[in-house]
């Protein structure tokens, strides 16, 4: 087996990098289960750097370029603070954005979310509730930033997203396929107590910030997720729930009025 | 005004260590929001370290030990990634756990939740939902703990904690005051379509683990959130949700079916 070569840890490590990863159309993930699962999947796996533990116990296809590397050269190439056996380059899927695949189907759309955390937590929401398709607006953080990979644990596999400007997106949606636009906002109307589409979109505003004013006119359904607290925080201030968290409660309502 | 000691720095820092905080059951809280919210709960605030801007423009009561220090002091006793203007050592709140707390009510059980980051959460969603105690079995993450305090984003003042031996407890439960204790397992029953409790209690299980063995006999009623994804993973293996996105959506499905 090769032997690590500076030029593949400069390769490798160069993927952690936005810029490198559009060049190459690359990206790593990391981790026995992680990468285990990659290998069954439909993401294209063109690089195994692992131990010999992993090599010897994984079924890896013969197409495969794989490397026996010790935990010290792991710990070079890895972007995670504890490597874990394992790291893969993988190909960036192709993937053309049709109109048809929001048309009957419930779609979240992800307005500028920048927490890698937050980002891999949603796409796991996502798949948990069979929604198929994410749509980012182009501040939204990188799916392909480690951190992102490695939140996902697998369904970035499962899931479908494009960046896309969603001011445009939506202006045309509105005027060939008129589909509920769902926005989380505090005025909005209680989740628990009005009908939701089995269709549509529901819109998932910044960390900080909601909703950008640019989206706002499209949203044609304000929904809100009453709070129970006993407490009124400073200064009449709202507290909130973090993004992943609003869009789980949010995901888990739908899913249950349609499962009625 | 008096500038940073040596000893200031090294007893401020000492406070990331559970050792220390016990033994001076004192805490660390950061951040302009987050120090503003504690100066006006019931948590009592000892000592504040703060730029001149945050002194200037704070209300502090007079009883307040303040130091203005610079920004370069601040990064060196910060336990914070990016240090926010103000760093205030509290007094640990005394509570004595009394079973009235939790009669009549809905409790959560954290059965040896480890990340700071996701019990930080699941205190913001108590908070939320009106959970007001929440019981903890004593391998659980420490509430004080800089980075659960900061996650907790100021819940951490309104919501109640308790660390016990959790078998012994619902021993004592069981046979005193028998309320529902709801566990999140695979084969529970859909959370949507059974019937839900006012009051008892909600078990979160360890992020990788589930819930303990010596706690499964204590479980009434096993709950299930349903998955609608389109996909299996990997060797039938089940997918998860995170511990704090479970635990928000139980807490939400509860709260919903509590106000119908």
Same mark, same amino acid.
């Given at each position: 087996?090769?032997?690590?070569?500076?030029?593949?840890?400069?390769?490798?490590?160069?993927?952690?990098?936005?810029?490198?990863?559009?060049?190459?159309?690359?990206?790593?993930?990391?981790?026995?289960?992680?990468?285990?699962?990659?290998?069954?999947?439909?993401?294209?796996?063109?690089?195994?750097?692992?131990?010999?533990?992993?090599?010897?116990?994984?079924?890896?296809?013969?197409?495969?370029?794989?490397?026996?590397?010790?935990?010290?050269?792991?710990?070079?190439?890895?972007?995670?603070?504890?490597?874990?056996?394992?790291?893969?380059?993988?190909?960036? /899927?192709?993937?053309?954005?049709?109109?048809?695949?929001?048309?009957?189907?419930?779609?979240?759309?992800?307005?500028?979310?920048?927490? @890698?955390?937050?980002?891999?937590?949603?796409?796991?929401?996502?798949?948990?509730?069979?929604?198929?398709?994410?749509?980012?607006?182009?501040?939204?953080?990188?799916?392909?930033? @480690?951190?992102?990979?490695?939140?996902?644990?697998?369904?970035?596999?499962?899931?479908?997203?494009?960046?896309?400007?969603? /001011?445009?997106?939506?202006?045309?949606?509105?005027?060939?396929? @008129?589909?509920?636009?769902?926005?989380?906002?505090?005025?909005?109307?209680?989740?628990?107590?009005?009908?939701?589409?089995?269709?549509?979109?529901?819109?998932?505003?910044?960390?900080?910030?909601?909703?950008?004013?640019?989206?706002?006119?499209?949203?044609?359904?304000?929904?809100?997720?009453?709070?129970?607290?006993?407490?009124?925080?400073?200064?009449?201030?709202?507290?909130?729930?973090?993004?992943?968290?609003?869009?789980?409660?949010?995901?888990?309502?739908?899913?249950?009025?349609?499962?009625?």
């Amino acid at each position: 087996m090769p032997v690590l070569s500076k030029n593949q840890i400069k390769f490798v490590t160069s993927l952690k990098q936005k810029k490198f990863r559009e060049e190459q159309q690359l990206f790593i993930a990391e981790g026995v289960k992680m990468v285990k699962e990659l290998l069954q999947s439909t993401i294209q796996v063109k690089q195994i750097y692992a131990t010999s533990e992993f090599l010897r116990t994984t079924k890896i296809d013969s197409d495969i370029e794989r490397f026996e590397i010790k935990e010290n050269e792991l710990e070079r190439i890895s972007a995670l603070y504890t490597p874990n056996e394992v790291v893969a380059v993988c190909q960036i /899927p192709e993937k053309t954005f049709e109109a048809k695949k929001v048309s009957g189907q419930l779609t979240l759309v992800l307005d500028e979310i920048k927490d @890698p955390g937050n980002m891999g937590t949603i796409i796991r929401i996502a798949d948990w509730f069979g929604i198929q398709t994410i749509l980012c607006s182009l501040q939204t953080t990188d799916l392909f930033n @480690p951190k992102v990979v490695q939140a996902t644990m697998g369904s970035i596999a499962r899931v479908d997203l494009y960046y896309m400007d969603l /001011p445009i997106f939506f202006n045309q949606q509105k005027a060939e396929n @008129p589909l509920p636009v769902y926005g989380a906002l505090l005025e909005g109307e209680n989740l628990y107590s009005r009908s939701l589409s089995k269709n549509g979109f529901i819109v998932i505003g910044n960390e900080s910030n909601g909703i950008s004013e640019s989206l706002l006119p499209y949203i044609t359904d304000k929904i809100s997720i009453p709070s129970f607290s006993h407490f009124k925080t400073t200064a009449g201030e709202a507290e909130s729930l973090n993004a992943g968290i609003a869009t789980a409660v949010i995901c888990s309502e739908f899913r249950r009025k349609s499962s009625l």
